[in-house]
């Protein structure tokens, strides 16, 4: 596996990272434990070396899992997980509250090391920007969980550019994550052209369209009643995906495969975390990375994305509200 550096930090991960929300969160009813237990150390094997997780997840089992799954590679892996949510008992991930205090970050990294069976989280994001608490304030606890050695390097998720600047002025962010796949393009208005001036590194989550890309969900596709997917207003037109399928063909590959190749080939610092319960999907995912697309092929799949107009929001409204701040 080719490894990829997050920005000017010292952090160096796989080129494809594993996330694993949907191992125990929003995609339907959890899989069997101990299979992602397997899955995920066989991510290990395969030389995956960058985990994605949060307390939300669960909230709280996934990283339970994670921390559990990755105990024996200690030192061969980076863990990334999220702070700023508060969960009232009984509620699902988030309906408590975005929740950023600099002592509930804190209070949250504690427990997350706990779950997590390490002694410092490699890389510790705000999962979504609190309105209610400068950032100044947040990057000021991050960074003094730094100098305690509790936590290594800083990320934000689904930040604003703005919000980017003020907290890197105060701590250094070695990576921000948020959505980017020809599926959701708008990362590249500000949010790319800023992470390169400063020197950051991308970590791309749903980099297959949570799955649209992949050729096998359309618009007849039906969901579990607890799958995250169900409320999702956003489609993907066929003639995008038939393109990937084209390319493809003519490679040996497959649609998803080509649509990470895409990203990968987008910045040398963009690192793709698709997430996945099948080894089969993992071992399909991770040979992307063997992919090198030609500037004909970038060519032809931006010509052809530049005139597809994709329908329909990515998350609903009052999911919306909480991104790009």
Same mark, same amino acid.
């Given at each position: 596996?080719?490894?990829?550096?997050?920005?000017?930090?010292?952090?160096?991960?796989?080129?494809?990272?594993?996330?694993?929300?949907?191992?125990?969160?929003?995609?339907?009813?959890?899989?069997? /434990?101990?299979?992602?237990?397997?899955?995920?150390?066989?991510?290990?094997?395969?030389?995956?070396?960058?985990? @994605?997780?949060?307390?939300?997840?669960?909230?709280? &089992?996934?990283?339970?899992?994670?921390?559990?799954?990755?105990?024996?590679?200690?030192? %061969?892996?980076?863990?990334?997980?999220?702070?700023?949510?508060?969960?009232?008992?009984?509620?699902?991930?988030? %309906?408590?509250?975005? @929740?950023?205090?600099?002592? $509930?970050? /804190?209070?949250?990294?504690?427990?997350? !090391?706990?779950? #997590?069976?390490?002694?410092?989280?490699?890389?510790?994001? +705000? $999962?979504?920007?609190?309105?209610?608490?400068?950032?100044?304030?947040?990057?000021?606890?991050?960074?003094?969980?730094?100098?305690?050695?509790?936590? /290594? $390097?800083?990320? !934000?998720?689904?930040?604003?550019?703005?919000?980017?600047?003020?907290? $890197?002025?105060? +701590?250094?962010?070695?990576?921000? %994550?948020?959505?980017?796949?020809?599926?959701?393009?708008?990362?590249?208005?500000?949010?790319?052209?800023?992470?390169?001036?400063?020197?950051?590194?991308?970590?791309?989550?749903?980099?297959?369209?949570?799955?649209? #890309? &992949?050729?096998?969900?359309?618009?007849?596709?039906?969901?579990?009643?607890?799958?995250?997917?169900?409320?999702?207003?956003?489609?993907?037109?066929?003639? #995008?995906?038939?393109?990937?399928?084209?390319?493809?063909?003519?490679?040996?590959?497959?649609?998803? +495969?080509?649509?990470?190749?895409?990203?990968?080939?987008?910045?040398?610092?963009?690192?793709?975390?698709?997430?996945?319960? /099948?080894?089969?999907?993992?071992?399909?995912?991770?040979?992307?990375?063997?992919?090198? #697309?030609?500037?004909?092929?970038?060519?032809?799949?931006?010509?052809?994305?530049?005139?597809?107009?994709? %329908?329909?929001?990515?998350?609903?409204?009052?999911?919306?509200?909480?991104?790009?701040?």
């Amino acid at each position: 596996m080719q490894t990829r550096t997050l920005g000017t930090s010292d952090l160096q991960v796989s080129a494809l990272g594993l996330g694993c929300m949907g191992m125990s969160f929003a995609y339907g009813p959890p899989p069997d /434990k101990q299979q992602m237990i397997a899955l995920i150390r066989t991510a290990v094997d395969r030389g995956v070396t960058l985990f @994605d997780t949060a307390e939300a997840y669960g909230p709280f &089992t996934n990283e339970e899992l994670v921390g559990e799954a990755l105990a024996p590679f200690r030192g %061969q892996v980076a863990i990334a997980t999220k702070f700023g949510f508060s969960f009232d008992p009984g509620t699902e991930a988030g %309906q408590g509250g975005l @929740d950023s205090r600099p002592e $509930h970050i /804190k209070q949250v990294a504690e427990a997350s !090391l706990r779950r #997590l069976k390490v002694d410092a989280i490699d890389l510790f994001y +705000q $999962h979504r920007v609190d309105t209610n608490v400068p950032i100044e304030e947040v990057a000021g606890a991050v960074r003094e969980l730094i100098e305690e050695g509790k936590v /290594k $390097h800083f990320g !934000l998720s689904e930040a604003g550019v703005q919000t980017i600047r003020r907290a $890197h002025a105060v +701590q250094p962010l070695t990576a921000v %994550q948020s959505e980017y796949s020809l599926w959701w393009r708008r990362p590249e208005e500000e949010l790319l052209p800023t992470l390169e001036e400063l020197g950051i590194g991308f970590v791309a989550f749903s980099p297959l369209g949570k799955g649209f #890309l &992949t050729g096998k969900i359309d618009e007849t596709t039906t969901f579990a009643k607890d799958d995250f997917r169900q409320i999702v207003p956003r489609f993907t037109p066929e003639a #995008l995906v038939d393109l990937l399928a084209e390319i493809a063909a003519g490679r040996g590959a497959t649609p998803a +495969q080509i649509a990470l190749a895409w990203l990968l080939a987008q910045k040398p610092w963009i690192v793709p975390i698709p997430g996945t319960t /099948k080894v089969a999907r993992l071992d399909e995912n991770l040979g992307a990375a063997e992919i090198e #697309l030609t500037a004909d092929d970038l060519g032809q799949i931006e010509k052809a994305a530049s005139a597809i107009a994709i %329908q329909g929001d990515r998350y609903p409204e009052e999911l919306e509200r909480r991104t790009g701040r």
